[in-house]
């Protein structure tokens, strides 16, 4: 059983639709960061989340750090084929000093 | 720019030998990790380094060992490798920070199958 579980799984979805990727845990972490791995390369921070409740938007991308902090999503909007990818959340506990807890991951395929 | 190396992109190997595989950084980073990566498992702590030839064990280690000898250096070590250890290893490092953030940079992984 995962500590951080990602849902879906696999989203395959047209140029210019929406799509929302899930991150959640009955655990509270003191941050949140989302990586973004393409084929043959390692991942890729995109974004660090620290307060709950915290938005934070990249271009396109918007990521939600819950309340709680046990939660948080990634919506894509007007998802381009350059959003293809497996993306990753991965948590921080203070008290696990510098290691992360990662996701099953979900893996985004845009279609042109 | 930030540069984690992985010495090899792809190994195969037979049952029983013993695997090295290699990380540089490039950033003197304090911390190092050795992740494995399977589907749908996403990324999986095998051992982490904190310092020059300090270790810990991570999620994972059962028949895995490393060696950190030099700081930009971190090596995993499979002792005699077994078809279950086929994967893909990500090498990743990061400084040593008090606070929450934990940034960590990979390399681009060594896909190793195991035959």
């Known amino acids: 059983t995962q500590l951080l579980e990602q849902s879906p799984q696999f989203l395959s979805i047209q140029e210019g639709e929406n799509l929302t990727v899930y991150c959640n845990s009955s655990s509270v972490f003191s941050s949140l960061q989302w990586y973004r791995q393409e084929p043959g390369e390692g991942p890729v921070l995109l974004v660090t989340v620290v307060t709950g409740g915290e938005v934070k938007k990249l271009k396109r991308l918007t990521f939600q750090f819950g309340d709680a902090r046990k939660d948080s999503s990634l919506h894509i909007t007007a998802a381009q084929p350059g959003d293809t990818g497996l993306y990753l959340c991965?948590?921080?506990?203070?008290?696990?000093?510098?290691?992360?807890?990662f996701g099953g991951g979900t893996r985004v395929l845009v279609k042109p | 720019d930030v540069k984690v190396t992985q010495s090899s992109r792809y190994l195969v190997k037979r049952t029983g030998e013993k695997v090295f595989l290699e990380c540089v950084q490039d950033m003197d980073h304090e911390n190092m990790f050795w992740y494995r990566q399977d589907p749908g498992l996403g990324l999986r702590l095998i051992y982490f380094?904190?310092?020059?030839?300090?270790?810990e064990k991570g999620d994972i280690p059962e028949g895995y060992s490393v060696s950190r000898e030099k700081k930009e250096r971190f090596s995993l070590i499979l002792e005699s490798a077994s078809t279950n250890q086929t994967s893909m290893y990500l090498c990743?490092?990061?400084?040593?920070?008090?606070?929450?953030?934990?940034?960590?940079?990979f390399g681009a992984g060594t896909r190793l199958s195991v035959l």
């Open positions: 380094s904190y310092d020059v030839k300090m270790k």
């Open positions: 990743a490092s990061s400084l040593f920070s008090l606070r929450a953030k934990n940034i960590q940079y």
């Open positions: 991965a948590g921080v506990k203070r008290a696990a000093g510098n290691k992360l807890t």
